[in-house]
């Protein structure tokens, strides 16, 4: 299976995004076809090896479309998103400056014939108002000239799309409005031109060609709205894409070379300064500094980084020089990457889009079908009751009005703004979310399930307490032997002490011959006395405190001096910060929440009562947690794991979200619908907010997108007239179709500026 992305040329509605979608699944080599109104991209599967963009334009270009393929990026080359997302946003730029000049003229021609139409309908219905000064045969001349020049100048889109339906049969928004608009101006342009002739078939003398100037020109501005609108939901790519640093400091021996970050490769030695940004990922060689990650992992604080440290391209130093190994570059970035994950992620569809998209297919010749009945019904029904002089008027009215203000736009464009706005802020508080499908579905989430170590606790061993067995030695005194023997090992559990010193400000003694013990500890000399750090031995064992820590599930060390022992040191890997607010938060919003770890239950249970979890699943294999998972699942549970992406794989896979915690460069996104940076889990609440806001947008834009056609397309057909003698001129028709997409994306747009406050 390959997979290639392509942006789309010629593309306007939704039924384009059908049409085209229909065309390339049609062909034998294409998997599968996802075509994307909002971002203007096309994600196609190959079920072997890829067609060239040739062979695709030429089943699409007779319809009007065509693909350009996007460049895939390379490894070891410079990511291309920040060129391409530059390319396509000065198009949009070029396309969004045309339309401006069309509506700067169209727009003010259709509120002149719009206010005229108000005035002359007042006037007549209205004793006492003065009729306009133009005599109207007069005006509908003029308006005649006027729709000429808009329909066959501005309004050529739209013509195209009528010869493209007459040519393929394929039908889109643009159709609807040129039959429309052409419809209208052709009757006016028989009954203006040739009076005689209308008047002995007895048609009727209404024109309707300012009925065109009005379509045409509100329709251009709707689309010159809904362009700009849409251009405001890429501002995510478009601001994650400008934290690229666009040069290095290559630092060799002592001399500082800028260069183009392009030219950075691995192992490259790089210096960074105060205030600057560093070019690519790596790890600090020497120096240290406080970096601000914040617009990469959505940490407000900023990290203070030392020797050894792993540092993210594009994060800002805020004080110190250090130098660093670059370790990631071009498309290796953990920034490349996220930007990567969110342009796949806002050109994904979410299976509520399903509907919509199965609707927006069958869209366009539904209405043209409906347009002709009722037509005819107009014809037939009105003449005996009206005349066929006034019953022809409204049935002319009646299917202008259904092809103008049907839009499919609206149901194409309600879920992709939604989902482009909602990724692009989860982007920007640190949730990376793979597809709109993960979205929806944690949005459904009633469980979720924790792995223990290094997502609820720090997943690094800590000292809980150090306690003397006697009143001889003192806690400072034993943590002072303990890390003076303990400095000198490797172990995890000996740096942990060694740092627990470090923190207290109790300096290490000086110890000598060190060496390590195989299952029993380490051994030194602290002048001509042997000094010991050791597991605990039988006496010790029976000890209370020593019973009490090892039942919490923490690790104790004896420190033993001269055959004597000391003390102990107590160690255990220690609770998240935030892991307690988290469980908290989740349990307000009705999640039922469950620890699932591979540690004894002693640990695991004292573990979750700290975090306030009461369920615990412990002891489990890490091949046996995906079975854990599908238990839940089997009980009618919509399940979120959270884990650390690698060990927890399968579970993560199993789930109906998996929720991976990526700390530092490492992104662990194969197995994971959504990644967490920086390894807070107080993002999950916060990730789950995200999709339920999301989800509650989609189907608000859903149901105006529905609702609107529902009661607009009856209405333009005349149902209101028999009762209400309310008849809805194809004017009004145009501006509300204007306003449908507009709206629609407008209420996506609300979501850049939603809280994600761990609650709904």
Not at 74 to 86: I, L, Q, V, W
Not at 200 to 205: I, S, T
Not at 391 to 408: D, N, Q
Request: aromatic fraction near 6%; proline fraction near 4%; hydrophobic fraction near 45%.
């Amino acid at each position: 299976m390959t997979i290639r992305n392509y942006s789309v040329k010629g593309m306007h509605c939704a039924s384009c995004a059908a049409i085209i979608t229909k065309k390339l699944s049609a062909l034998d080599a294409v998997a599968k076809a996802d075509v994307n109104l909002a971002t203007e991209r096309a994600r196609i599967e190959f079920s072997g090896e890829p067609l060239k963009v040739e062979a695709l334009n030429g089943v699409l270009e007779k319809y009007g479309y065509s693909l350009v393929e996007e460049a895939p990026a390379k490894a070891a080359e410079p990511e291309p998103a920040a060129d391409r997302n530059a390319t396509k946003k000065q198009e949009k730029l070029d396309e969004l400056l045309r339309q401006k000049r069309q509506v700067l003229v169209a727009l003010p021609l259709a509120l002149i014939f719009f206010s005229v139409m108000l005035w002359h309908g007042a006037a007549s219905a209205i004793a006492g108002l003065p009729h306009f000064p133009i005599d109207m045969e007069s005006w509908n001349s003029i308006a005649l000239l006027v729709a000429a020049w808009m329909l066959f100048h501005l309004g050529k889109p739209f013509l195209r799309g009528v010869v493209s339906f007459i040519r393929t049969g394929a039908a889109s928004m643009d159709t609807l409005i040129g039959l429309g608009s052409l419809v209208a101006w052709s009757y006016s342009a028989f009954a203006i031109l040739f009076p005689t002739l209308r008047d002995r078939l007895g048609l009727p003398h209404e024109s309707f060609a300012d009925a065109a100037i009005v379509v045409i020109g509100f329709v251009l501005f709707g689309k010159y709205l809904e362009a700009r609108s849409k251009l405001k939901t890429g501002e995510a790519i478009e601001k994650l894409i400008g934290l690229q640093a666009k040069s290095a400091i290559v630092y060799d021996n002592g001399q500082e070379i800028e260069v183009p970050v392009e030219k950075v490769v691995k192992g490259t030695m790089l210096l960074v300064k105060p205030g600057a940004k560093i070019p690519v990922d790596g790890v600090i060689f020497s120096g240290s500094s406080s970096i601000d990650e914040s617009m990469i992992t959505g940490e407000p604080v900023p990290v203070d980084k030392r020797e050894g440290d792993t540092v993210i391209g594009g994060a800002i130093n805020k004080q110190g020089a250090f130098t660093f190994t670059a370790t990631g570059v071009g498309a290796e970035t953990m920034l490349a990457r996220i930007i990567s994950m969110v342009e796949d992620a806002q050109g994904s569809k979410a299976p509520v889009q399903n509907l919509a998209d199965k609707v927006a297919a069958v869209f366009v010749p539904t209405v043209l079908a409906l347009a002709a009945l009722v037509f005819l019904l107009w014809l037939a029904v009105g003449t005996p009751a009206l005349g066929f002089n006034v019953a022809l008027s409204y049935a002319i009215m009646a299917m202008v009005g259904i092809l103008v203000i049907a839009c499919p736009c609206a149901l194409g464009l309600a879920t992709p703004t939604a989902i482009i706005v909602g990724t692009g802020l989860g982007a920007r508080h640190g949730i990376l979310v793979r597809n709109a499908e993960s979205l929806e579905s944690l949005s459904r989430v009633d469980t979720v399930v924790f792995d223990k170590t290094g997502t609820i606790t720090r997943g690094e061993p800590s000292v809980t307490g150090v306690e003397p067995f006697g009143e001889t030695t003192t806690s400072d005194e034993l943590l002072s032997l303990a890390a003076g023997i303990e400095k000198h090992s490797e172990h995890p559990l000996a740096q942990a002490i060694v740092n627990a010193a470090r923190e207290r400000n109790v300096e290490p003694v000086q110890v000598t011959e060190f060496k390590a013990l195989e299952g029993v500890g380490v051994d030194a000399m602290l002048g001509d006395e042997p000094v010991r750090v050791r597991k605990p031995g039988d006496n010790e064992s029976a000890r209370p405190e020593v019973v009490r820590l090892q039942e919490e599930g923490k690790t104790v060390v004896v420190v033993e001096r001269n055959g004597k022992p000391l003390g102990l040191v107590a160690l255990s890997d220690t609770l998240k910060p935030e892991a307690a607010e988290t469980v908290a938060d989740l349990r307000r919003m009705g999640k039922r929440v469950v620890m699932l770890t591979g540690d004894n239950r002693h640990a695991a249970r004292f573990i979750a009562r700290q975090a306030g979890i009461e369920e615990v699943i412990a002891e489990v294999l890490p091949g046996d947690k995906a079975n854990a998972i599908k238990k839940l699942q089997s009980e009618g549970r919509t399940v979120a794991m959270t884990g650390d992406g690698i060990n927890d794989a399968p579970a993560l896979t199993q789930a109906d979200v998996g929720i991976a915690l990526a700390s530092g460069t490492e992104i662990a996104i194969e197995s994971a619908g959504i990644t967490l940076l920086g390894g807070d889990i107080g993002k999950v609440a916060q990730a789950i907010t995200l999709s339920r806001k999301t989800m509650r947008v989609i189907r608000q834009n859903l149901f105006w997108a529905f609702i609107y056609n529902v009661i607009g397309i009856p209405v333009a057909a005349g149902a209101l007239f028999p009762l209400y003698g309310i008849f809805l001129n194809p004017a009004f028709s145009g501006i509300a179709m204007a306003g449908s997409s507009v709206s629609v994306v407008t209420n996506s747009l609300r979501l850049r500026a939603a809280k994600l406050n761990r609650s709904v």
